[in-house]
Nanobody, 121 residues
């Protein structure tokens, strides 16, 4: 089992910045992907950014150049630095942990409870 605790959401003005953090605890599989997804009312949850345990990153086109994902493997924590925020970045941001360790635990998927980000115009 992996537990994920998010922090850092809140209210920001357009053009402003916020940083999200997500700390993982429990059984941490050595090869994994951690990342952030967001959801707005009436829409499906969408990928924002992910980073593997080998530091490979993937970003949604809408956030490239504005958001930066990073992680501290020693602390099992992933961060999302969000700059130049836009009102359309508003949503609930969910932390995700997925095991990519080969074996019976491959593909195990865990989610945080979500943190609300609101960007005002």
């Amino acid at each position: 089992q992996v537990q994920l605790v998010e922090s850092g959401g809140g209210l920001a003005q357009a053009g402003g910045s916020l940083t999200l953090s997500c700390a993982a605890s429990g059984v941490i599989f050595s090869r994994n992907v951690m990342g952030w997804y967001r959801q707005t009312p009436g829409k499906q949850r969408e990928l924002v950014a992910t980073m593997t345990s080998l530091s490979n990153t993937n970003y949604a086109a809408s956030v490239k150049g504005r958001f930066t994902i990073s992680r501290d493997n020693a602390k099992n924590t992933v961060y999302l630095q969000m700059n130049s925020l836009k009102p359309e970045d508003t949503g609930v941001y969910y932390c995700n942990f997925r095991s990519t360790t080969l074996g019976p635990n491959y593909g195990l998927d865990y989610w945080g409870k979500g943190t609300l980000v609101t960007v005002s115009s």
